[in-house]
């Protein structure tokens, strides 16, 4: 949990006490590869905080999966908008590597809010940077050619490209799985 509190630490600028505040609260949960972190239809309840592992918010359209998101080590993981509305969720999150989150409880967040300014402070941080990235995906899918969509998503994680299937990472960028095909020969090409 080190390098958690560090990461959290440097992304908010909290002082070593503000920290093990906040992570405090934490509960330590172990899960498997398909393992669901917040099923389709449960009100989402909790926010977690993954130390290792990766996870995909997906939704379900006519028996396909249709992917929204990927969680990657020190990244927040929650059906935001669930855990606003108190409304069921409409996507699951699974996990689709061996994954170790800490898990925060709503009720549990919402006492520390209470008690620690800081904590609000974060909030607002958290919901600026959701807010920037919501816009840059949709800005990205309205404007970008697949090919660019994809070279986006490498540079800002390299690691995507060996961890995730070709056919999960085709539905995150809304492309046919031969057509992600395709793009990566075009640019293998291009770097020999």
Known sequence: MNALREHIRSLFKLNEEEASVFLAEFIRKDLQKDDVFIAEGEICKKVGLIETGLMVCTYHKNGNEIIDEFAFE????????????????????????????????????????????????????????????THDRVKSMLLDTATERYQKLV???KDMVQRIPQYMLASYLH??????????????????
Not at 105 to 121: N, P
């Open 175 to 192: 492309v046919k799985p031969e057509t992600l095909s395709r793009i990566r020969k075009k640019l293998a090409k291009k770097i020999n």
């Open 155 to 157: 540079a800002q994680r």
């Open 74 to 133: 020190n990244g927040f993981v929650t059906n935001y908008y669930s855990f606003l509305t108190g409304t069921p969720s409409e996507k699951t999150i699974r996990c689709i590597e061996d994954t170790t989150v800490y898990v925060i409880s709503r009720q549990s967040l919402e006492k520390v809010s209470r008690h620690y300014a800081f904590i609000e402070r974060m909030a607002g941080i958290m919901n600026e940077r959701l807010f920037l990235r």
